[in-house]
């Protein structure tokens, strides 16, 4: 649950964060794995449109708030709201091919 910080108290009401438990759980257990540190990750400043990610590879259900979710068979990608594209994958190989499929600056490559 979260609750915005009003200027008038009265109008603050507690609103779902998630719709449920287990789609808060899911999100967290996504989020996880593309921020945890080590292994196969990646970020890059970037749009999921602009990189052309929602053409090539498959867009999940959305959950987490602000996030939209890709994937194929060895790589996991979080969008977050334009502001970054975070990415795990399975291995080094999958890893660079998707550095090479979307180039550009990145924190940890």
Known sequence: MIRADLADTTRERWEPWEPSLTVACIAMVMTETVLFDGGFTDFLEADAEET?????LRE????????????DDDVLIRALDGHGLNARARTQPALERLRTAVPGDRLDG
Do not use: D, E, N, Y
């Open 52 to 56: 052309g990610l929602t053409q090539r």
């Open 60 to 71: 999940l259900p959305a959950v987490g708030r602000g996030a939209r979710w890709f994937a």
